[in-house]
């Protein structure tokens, strides 16, 4: 059927006119609204108006008598007239489904699949819409069906222009903005046209008309953006050029791409040979292939400098962000980062909610890849393993460039993916000794050259080992370079970690120079950095694990960082190279006895254990088991003021956290294992890190069982369920829920925090009285225990669990008492999921005003805890009500605001609400 011109039908493949221009009418109707009944008194208001006779009725059942005539089944129900026809088989439907995967095409960067399914969209279109169709609803559609050609002409012409393609399109602007002289966003793109095709004085001219008609018959002035385009066409702006390599994509307004790289090296020497190289590979137009360079060499021979170094010199090409990730490949203590916990610190620079990042590492790659599409991103993955541990760190669109540093060849990535390979190798003398004079000074080199050759031999002509002897000589002005130079060939050590006998290539010189002129205080605390279980450590951390306060962990850490030992990645977190750390690892086993180094992992420990149950407390006060005893003596562990402070703590320390956990495993220490894993569960599963979760119950599950502790055996068991539910390990989590449950025997909040979990999985499964029967057992359980906020989470699940099986009444008797519950205790999240259900209820009752109230409650609650996931579910089911109210305008913005929530935006999640989002638009468009 057609109705974007004529209205015509077709039942063998020739389309014909669907009658006199009322019955035509009356099908073109029907037609806005496929398959959806409209009552009889709306159908005769849209095709007479107010001046219908009082025949009206026996001539639309005349006409409806004739349409079925034309092979068309249109069907009488109580609530009105219905089309029996697929929306696919009507023109308008089917250039906006193609409209739709332009849309989807140029989110993804494709343009010229844009353009080309815009194209189709636009062929559709074979006249003027409903053409011989008198009336207010006829004239009222028809202006808005010339409206939505315009948009997509113009999004087509976006598409065509970001292809280059000014000069093919340039006849067909100027002919529209002849006919529509007042259209601004036509007329912008004419003036981009023009000027791409060397007629900037005609693109000026055309601004010039459209200003002056803007004036004369509107008197209004033209929208900012043609204003600055006005602007950009005068400068000959080169980011207006068509061509990638002769532009640079400006940022838009108010985005804040993530600017990852670490600081520059301000005294970098040498390297010009392969910085050239690194221009050729990577510096020219990456817009036709994603660009991997591989930087291989030894330790210490400055890949990351080099890396990093050639990263900021080339930042600008890539507006949108900068990422860095230390893949810790050759970590000493053998941590190296796995690829999701490298993909999904990507996916959180781009702001990725919990929610919405996927379970497996191939669908968080997936959509890692997704985000980067039709962006210039250059990603730095620096220290990598091997080619398995990129693969999945790496862009899949042009525009982007991965810069990759290893200790290995990485062969696999050269062969598999057509990395450009650069291998480093030990700096040149020349290099060498510019690298000692942009450090200590011209002066200073050149008064003792015979000292500073000796220096770069025994140094190797290795960038790290010569930056430690800088570092030495410039903290100590009186040291002569002749000295330091005896001293490291007297001090035989060498360093086993570079995997050389060769004295030549030995650095464990170099370092214990720097390390002896330590303090006492800064030499111990370089020690016991040993036994941190990394990536990076805090000043308070360091104070609990030298058992000092915080003030001379701090100055140990400021001199260790002076010495080159130790890097301040960002304010008050310092790093240390593996290198440094084996060093570090040999000195406290060589010199710290076993019960000092036992005594300091202990309070390690204690201030990760202690500080991480503070920060749980203020996520979630009802937490079950939730607190630990005081911190002991001369331990400051942290404390939160509220609950964004605690989450803002847990998400820069949350690797380590986990890495205690390890450590504390590795130690035997069982009782530390079972607390810290107990302490970090809430913020792992709230923030959807469900691998680790898994990961750190089973460890403290193993720990319980060690210790005979039947408490904490069932508390890991239940929090190793949540974590295999949510992994889609559904037949592993019930064997864990049961057994936690047979373990809980005696206690009766513990075994009713499970049945609740088993409500919860019965539920999944849409077996709602069972999962009722669990919660209401669970009730009685909480009751027994006097739990207040576990019978609030029970009325709930009680309620849902009415309201999913349709019984509306009785949801609403159970959810009014999870609310009561939750305000007496002040649990507000609790109280938010209450607000979630009741509405949820008068949803399904047709009381929407009520539902609105009851959604809008919760979003109150839920704004002012911060909780962006809850704000955008609530907003959801609010966008649904207003929907079913009729009130589109009301459900497109709360939609609307539900995907400015989840991004990106081409996410599951977001996908579905686009998609409400959508087809309320198109039903307003309809109307």
């Known amino acids: 059927m057609r109705v974007l011109g004529a209205i015509q039908v077709a039942a063998d493949g020739d389309f014909v006119t669907a009658g006199p221009a009322k019955q035509s009418c009356v099908l073109a109707v029907l037609a806005f609204s496929p398959g959806q009944p409209l009552p009889i008194e709306s159908l005769i208001d849209r095709v007479w108006g107010q001046s219908a006779p009082r025949s ?41 489904a193609l409209a739709g995967q332009a849309q989807a095409a140029a989110r993804e960067g494709d343009p010229a699949v844009a353009a080309g399914r815009y194209r189709q969209a636009l062929s559709l279109w074979h006249g003027t819409p409903l053409a011989g169709i008198s009336g207010e609803w006829a004239t009222s559609t028809r202006e808005t069906l010339e409206r939505e050609r315009l948009t997509l002409l113009s999004a087509c012409f976006d598409a065509e222009l970001a292809q280059g393609r000014h000069a093919e399109v340039l006849v067909e602007l100027s002919a529209e903005v002849a006919a529509r002289p007042l259209a601004e966003r036509l007329a912008g793109q004419l003036m981009l046209a023009l000027f791409r095709c060397g007629r900037a004085a005609e693109a000026l001219d055309c601004y010039t008309q459209i200003r002056r008609r803007l004036g004369d018959e509107l008197g209004v002035e033209p929208t900012p953006a043609l204003d600055a385009l006005q602007q950009q066409i005068l400068r000959q702006d080169p980011a207006l050029l068509a061509d990638p390599a002769a532009r640079r994509d400006a940022p838009r307004a108010g985005y804040r791409p993530p600017r990852q790289l670490p600081a520059d090296i301000a005294a970098f020497a040498g390297r010009h040979a392969e910085l050239a190289t690194l221009d050729t590979i990577g510096g020219g137009d990456t817009s036709q292939a994603v660009v991997i360079s591989a930087v291989s060499g030894t330790a210490g021979v400055g890949k990351t400098a080099l890396a990093v170094h050639w990263a900021h010199r080339v930042a600008d090409r890539f507006p949108d962000g900068q990422l860095y990730v230390n893949l810790r490949g050759f970590d000493p203590a053998g941590t190296a980062l796995s690829p999701d916990e490298a993909v999904r610190g990507f996916l959180d620079a781009y702001a990725v909610p919990p929610q919405q990042v996927p379970v497996s590492l191939a669908a968080q790659a997936a959509l890692f890849r997704s985000l980067l599409a039709g962006k210039r991103v250059l990603i730095l993955l620096d ?194 190279h593996d290198l440094l750390r084996a060093y570090a690892g040999e000195l406290v086993a060589e010199r710290d006895a076993e019960p000092d180094r036992d005594e300091a992992v202990r309070r390690l420990l204690d201030y990760y254990l202690h500080s991480a149950d503070a920060a749980a407390q203020a996520l979630d006060p009802h937490r079950d088991g939730a607190g630990v005893t005081g911190a002991p003596p001369g331990i400051e562990a942290e404390r939160f003021a509220d609950r964004q402070s605690a989450l803002a703590w847990l998400a820069v320390e949350h690797p380590v956290l986990v890495a205690a956990v390890d450590l ?56 190793l369920a949540q ?133 809008r409650s919760g979003l109150k609650l839920v704004r002012d805890l911060g909780d962006r996931p809850g704000e955008s579910i609530l907003l959801d089911h609010l966008g649904d009500t207003h929907r079913a109210a009729g009130d589109l305008p009301a459900a497109r913005h709360a939609w609307g605001s539900v995907l400015e929530i989840l991004v990106p935006a081409d996410s599951a999640a977001a996908a579905r609400i686009r998609a409400k989002f959508d087809e309320a638009l198109a039903l307003s468009l309809g109307a």
């Not at 599950?701 to 508390?715: F, H």
């Open 56 to 96: 009206t009725r026996d001539a639309l059942y005349q006409y409806l008598s004739q349409i079925r005539a034309l092979g068309l089944a249109v069907h009488r129900t109580g609530a009105g007239y219905l089309l029996d026809l697929p929306a696919e088989q009507i023109d308008l439907y089917q250039a906006r």
């Open 383 to 576: 220290n990598a393993r091997d080619a398995e541990q990129v693969r999945p760190l790496l862009p899949g669109s042009p525009g982007c460039l991965a810069l990759v540093t290893s200790r290995n060849q990485l062969t696999g990535l050269v062969a598999g993916e057509g990395a450009r390979a650069l291998r480093l190798d030990m700096l040149t003398e020349a290099e060498s000794l510019a690298l000692l004079a942009g450090r200590l000074g011209r002066e200073r080199v050149v008064a003792e050259p015979d000292a500073v050759a000796d220096l770069i031999e025994r140094c190797a002509r290795l960038p790290l080992a010569l930056a430690v002897v800088a570092a030495r000589v410039a903290v100590n002005p009186d040291l002569s370079l002749a000295s330091l130079a005896r001293e490291l060939r007297e001090a035989r050590v060498g360093l086993d970690a570079l995997g050389s006998d060769d004295p030549a290539t030995d650095v464990r010189a170099a370092f214990h120079a720097s390390y002896r002129v330590l303090s006492p205080a800064a030499q111990r605390l370089f020690r016991l950095i040993a036994l941190h279980p990394g990536p990076e450590v805090s000043i308070t951390a360091a104070a609990g694990l030298a058992g000092v306060a915080a003030g001379a962990a701090r100055a140990g850490l400021t001199e260790l960082a002076r010495a080159h030992l130790l890097t301040e990645p960002s304010a008050g977190r310092f790093t240390c």
């Open 664 to 719: 504390a495993v590795a130690r035997g220490l069982d009782d530390y294992t079972c607390r810290l894993a107990a302490a970090i569960a809430v913020f792992l599963d709230w923030q959807g890190y469900s691998p680790e979760l898994a990961d750190t119950q089973g460890s403290a599950l193993a720990a319980a069982e060690r210790l005979g502790d039947r408490t904490r055996q069932a508390r890991a068991h239940r929090d």
């Open 723 to 855: 974590a295999y539910v949510r992994l889609n390990r559904r037949e592993d989590a019930l064997a864990h829920l049961r057994r936690a449950h047979d373990l809980f025997e005696g206690d009766p909040a513990g075994q009713a925090s499970v049945l609740m979990k088993l409500g919860w999985l019965r539920e999944q499964q849409a077996a709602h009285d069972e999962a009722r029967r669990y919660a209401e057992s669970a009730l009685e359980l909480y009751r027994l225990a006097g739990h207040l906020a576990g019978q609030a989470h029970a009325w709930g699940a009680i309620g849902w669990s009415y309201a999913a099986a349709g019984d509306y009444q009785q949801a609403l008797i159970q959810c009014r008492e999870a609310l009561a519950l939750n305000q007496k205790i002040n649990n507000r999240y609790g109280e938010a999921s209450a607000w979630d259900s009741i509405g949820f209820v008068h949803h399904h009752l047709g009381q929407y005003r009520e539902a609105v109230a009851c959604y």
